[in-house]
């Protein structure tokens, strides 16, 4: 009997570091799909996303064998980086990694304010993450600091400070790996001395791309759609009630669940049978905007869940996930900002050393179909100048080809990633305009996108 029990203790404690080992590996296959999916790389090397991912899982397995550590290691960056919600990560990997990759998640909002004031948001959000989020963290900074740091020196020191103010918050992650982060902030921080510029460097391009007047398009665009333009009715019943009174209702993707006689959880997966009490979820913070919130405020929370709701006089009412977007006032309101996008171009074009031929930097067929416009239009006594003959993609080709423009424009860190966001742009147009699904296939695109509009909308406060 007593042998019989070793060997059962023995296949359960195989059995258990199988299942260990399996969510690892699922982790990091998801993880690399996912990144993989959008076309992420690592900024400055172009090196594949998960050799990121890797060099951080690797330094947390070094300090401990906990499964879920290791696979939130490898998906800590999969909520704000791809269409992957933190509700997809409990699905598939179980609410304790779940917890792990919503604590490593970004909590603050570019209408939070600058940086500094983002920063500080996110700081107090990891100060109080679990210990083993805070692992997690610090095995991020570490491989974040060298990269960066050796790279762009410029920013560098800007990350520096900010690695500086997390570690005073991430007293709670493993003591091998914060002396570690310690040390390596020390390196960085010798070699990265107060910047002078020399003489003749470059200045750092300038933060506001558009044009003052598109700006304050864009700040409109901003105010003029709000959540409840776009939200549906949300249905709701009793925590007591049985969820077979939702039986018969059309298939929606949420029920509200009144507790005390107030909306302050949901149901989105409803069993044969029980009470909502058993099957309901709270409604976290991050998921709750109120009616007049932008679509930039849906967006982001968007990116974050599988669904937001919406208060009206302090209570919730209604509901809005992805597939709201498709309709009619999403659409218009993200084509509006890209035609201020393609505007903004055209006018930097029309702004750029007149001794310079843009011309030649399209191809001949391109600009064959440019001139055949031109020459079709004054036909018809519409005279036009070429510039506005030609397409996006033209315009694109041009931007791209300027030295400081892709940056300020698409955000890119490198020439190759301001071209992938400049295709990701033209795409995200080209689905707009042909009524296709913009939310399967583009959805990176619109959160970037809405993140862009709300840095230009303050600019133009």
Request: charged letters at 25%.
């Given at each position: 009997?007593?042998?019989?029990?070793?060997?059962?203790?023995?296949?359960?404690?195989?059995?258990?570091?199988?299942?260990?080992?399996?969510?690892?590996?699922?982790?990091?296959?998801?993880?690399?799909?996912?990144?993989?999916?959008?076309?992420?790389?690592?900024?400055?090397?172009?090196?594949?996303?998960?050799?990121?991912?890797?060099?951080?899982?690797?330094?947390?397995?070094?300090?401990?064998?906990?499964?879920?550590?290791?696979?939130?290691?490898?998906?800590?960056?999969?909520?704000?980086?791809?269409?992957?919600?933190?509700?997809?990560?409990?699905?598939?990997?179980?609410?304790?990694?779940?917890?792990?990759?919503?604590?490593?998640?970004?909590?603050?909002?570019?209408?939070?304010?600058?940086?500094?004031?983002?920063?500080?948001?996110?700081?107090?959000?990891?100060?109080?993450?679990?210990?083993?989020?805070?692992?997690?963290?610090?095995?991020?900074?570490?491989?974040?600091?060298?990269?960066?740091?050796?790279?762009?020196?410029?920013?560098?020191?800007?990350?520096?400070?900010?690695?500086?103010?997390?570690?005073?918050?991430?007293?709670?992650?493993?003591?091998?790996?914060?002396?570690?982060?310690?040390?390596?902030?020390?390196?960085?921080?010798?070699?990265?001395?107060?910047?002078?510029?020399?003489?003749?460097?470059?200045?750092?391009?300038?933060?506001?791309?558009?044009?003052?007047?598109?700006r304050r398009a864009v700040r409109m665009f901003t105010r003029g759609f709000s959540a409840q333009d776009i939200a549906e009715p949300l249905r709701s019943f009793d925590a007591e009630s049985p969820v077979a009174a939702a039986r018969e209702l059309p298939g929606c993707p949420a029920l509200g669940v009144?507790?005390?006689?107030?909306?302050?959880?949901?149901?989105?997966?409803?069993?044969?049978?029980?009470?909502f009490a058993e099957v309901m979820r709270p409604i976290e913070p991050t998921q709750l905007l109120d009616a007049d919130a932008s679509l930039v405020d849906v967006i982001t929370a968007l990116t974050r869940h599988d669904l937001c709701f919406v208060r009206l006089h302090g209570e919730v009412v209604a509901?809005?996930?992805?597939?709201?977007?498709?309709?009619?006032?999403?659409?218009?309101?993200?084509?509006?900002?890209?035609?201020?996008?393609?505007?903004?171009?055209?006018?930097?074009?029309?702004?750029?050393?007149?001794?310079?031929?843009?011309?030649?930097?399209?191809?001949?067929?391109?600009?064959?179909?440019?001139?055949?416009?031109?020459?079709?239009?004054?036909?018809?006594?519409?005279?036009?100048?070429?510039?506005?003959c030609l397409q996006l993609s033209d315009k694109l080709r041009i931007v791209l080809a300027v030295d400081t423009q892709p940056r300020t424009i698409f955000r890119g860190n490198s020439k190759a990633e301001s071209q992938r966001r400049a295709r990701d742009f033209e795409d995200l147009r080209n689905s707009?305009?042909?009524?296709?699904?913009?939310?399967?296939?583009?959805?990176?695109?619109?959160?970037?996108?809405?993140?862009?509009?709300?840095?230009?909308?303050?600019?133009?406060?």
């Amino acid at each position: 009997m007593a042998d019989g029990d070793t060997g059962s203790e023995g296949k359960a404690v195989m059995d258990g570091r199988a299942e260990a080992a399996g969510l690892v590996e699922c982790a990091r296959q998801f993880a690399s799909a996912a990144h993989g999916a959008v076309g992420q790389l690592r900024k400055y090397s172009g090196q594949p996303y998960e050799e990121h991912l890797g060099r951080v899982a690797a330094m947390v397995a070094g300090v401990t064998d906990d499964p879920e550590v290791i696979a939130a290691a490898w998906l800590h960056d999969v909520v704000e980086d791809t269409p992957v919600t933190i509700e997809e990560i409990e699905r598939r990997f179980g609410p304790g990694v779940r917890e792990l990759v919503d604590a490593l998640t970004d909590v603050s909002r570019p209408q939070h304010g600058n940086r500094a004031a983002r920063k500080a948001l996110d700081r107090e959000h990891l100060a109080k993450a679990p210990p083993r989020a805070q692992t997690v963290k610090l095995a991020d900074l570490i491989d974040n600091c060298n990269d960066i740091c050796k790279h762009n020196p410029r920013f560098g020191r800007v990350f520096v400070r900010e690695m500086a103010a997390l570690l005073d918050v991430l007293t709670a992650g493993d003591e091998t790996l914060r002396k570690r982060a310690r040390k390596t902030l020390e390196k960085w921080s010798a070699r990265l001395a107060p910047h002078k510029p020399a003489a003749g460097e470059p200045a750092a391009p300038p933060r506001a791309s558009l044009p003052a007047h598109l700006r304050r398009a864009v700040r409109m665009f901003t105010r003029g759609f709000s959540a409840q333009d776009i939200a549906e009715p949300l249905r709701s019943f009793d925590a007591e009630s049985p969820v077979a009174a939702a039986r018969e209702l059309p298939g929606c993707p949420a029920l509200g669940v009144r507790v005390a006689g107030r909306v302050t959880a949901y149901a989105s997966r409803l069993p044969g049978s029980g009470a909502f009490a058993e099957v309901m979820r709270p409604i976290e913070p991050t998921q709750l905007l109120d009616a007049d919130a932008s679509l930039v405020d849906v967006i982001t929370a968007l990116t974050r869940h599988d669904l937001c709701f919406v208060r009206l006089h302090g209570e919730v009412v209604a509901y809005v996930s992805r597939q709201e977007l498709q309709g009619p006032v999403a659409r218009m309101w993200l084509f509006g900002i890209i035609t201020s996008f393609e505007l903004a171009m055209t006018e930097m074009i029309r702004s750029l050393d007149p001794a310079l031929d843009w011309t030649g930097m399209l191809t001949p067929a391109r600009l064959h179909k440019a001139k055949a416009l031109q020459e079709a239009r004054a036909a018809l006594g519409r005279t036009a100048p070429l510039l506005d003959c030609l397409q996006l993609s033209d315009k694109l080709r041009i931007v791209l080809a300027v030295d400081t423009q892709p940056r300020t424009i698409f955000r890119g860190n490198s020439k190759a990633e301001s071209q992938r966001r400049a295709r990701d742009f033209e795409d995200l147009r080209n689905s707009l305009a042909h009524a296709q699904d913009i939310v399967s296939h583009d959805w990176t695109q619109i959160a970037r996108l809405a993140r862009r509009v709300e840095e230009l909308a303050n600019d133009a406060n």
